[in-house]
């Protein structure tokens, strides 16, 4: 079974810019997370899909944060215009949601760095 | 709001040790806390994951206890080895299904 994938592993941009992260989850898993690390903070929550829904983006920063899940499937995290701030580590998980008490499955995460 | 605390920030032990990493969280209504390893440019790996009515699990050389009330985690290690270096983190989850909240991670080192 192949792993949650993210695409692209790093990605350097000039603040102002637009960059588009994509994360693919493990087959067949309706949850799908989007989290960020920042330097030297801990990780954190942005949003939560079900299927194609979002379940809760009480975590997105601002409006600069558009996340899609079209057809339940992949999901894409727009930050449009990106910020000095937004630099991070982005981790996408996923999980079944047959049970209440599962894992979450973590991708490799996408290092941005906004100049 | 659920804070979760992880210390210490790093650790360096020479290999055979058995060594403990600590986490605490601020609110004690937890459904349940799941123990990560993360190394280096890679993603979470989940190493145990307990229940809220569980007070411990085990997996190899790693056992995770917690203790809801004084709100609790620890990791141990057995006979640690130069692979175990990594970063660990602990996350705690309030509800079924619903977001993890993360500590800052312990970075423990295995010395050969």
């Known amino acids: 079974e192949a792993g949650v994938t993210q695409f692209p592993s790093h990605s350097v941009i000039e603040k102002g810019q637009t960059v588009t992260l994509r994360c693919d989850p493990i087959s067949g898993h309706d949850n799908l997370y989007w989290y960020r690390r920042v330097m030297g903070k801990e990780i954190k929550f942005l949003l939560h899909f079900v299927k194609e829904s979002k379940q809760d983006e009480s975590g997105m920063p601002n409006n600069r944060f558009l996340a899609e899940r079209t057809g339940g499937t992949y999901s894409t995290l727009k930050v449009q215009p990106a910020e000095l701030e937004d630099s991070g580590v982005y981790f996408c998980?996923?999980?079944?949601?047959?049970?209440?008490?599962?894992?979450?499955?973590f991708g490799p995460g996408t290092r941005l760095l906004v100049l | 709001k659920q804070e979760v605390t992880q210390i210490p920030a790093a650790l360096s032990v020479p290999e055979g040790e058995n060594l403990v990493l600590n986490c605490s969280f601020t609110d004690s209504a937890i459904y349940n806390l799941q123990w990560f390893r993360q190394d280096p440019g890679k993603g979470l790996t989940s190493l145990l994951l307990i229940q809220s009515s569980q007070r411990e699990q085990t997996s190899g050389r790693l056992n995770a206890s917690l203790d809801k009330s004084s709100g609790r985690s620890t990791l141990y290690i057995a006979a640690s080895q130069p692979g175990d270096s990594a970063t660990y983190l602990c996350a705690v989850r309030d509800k079924g299904n619903t977001p993890l909240v993360f500590g800052k991670g312990t970075r423990l080192s295995v010395i050969a």
């Open positions: 998980a996923s999980s079944r949601g047959r049970t209440s008490w599962e894992t979450q499955y």
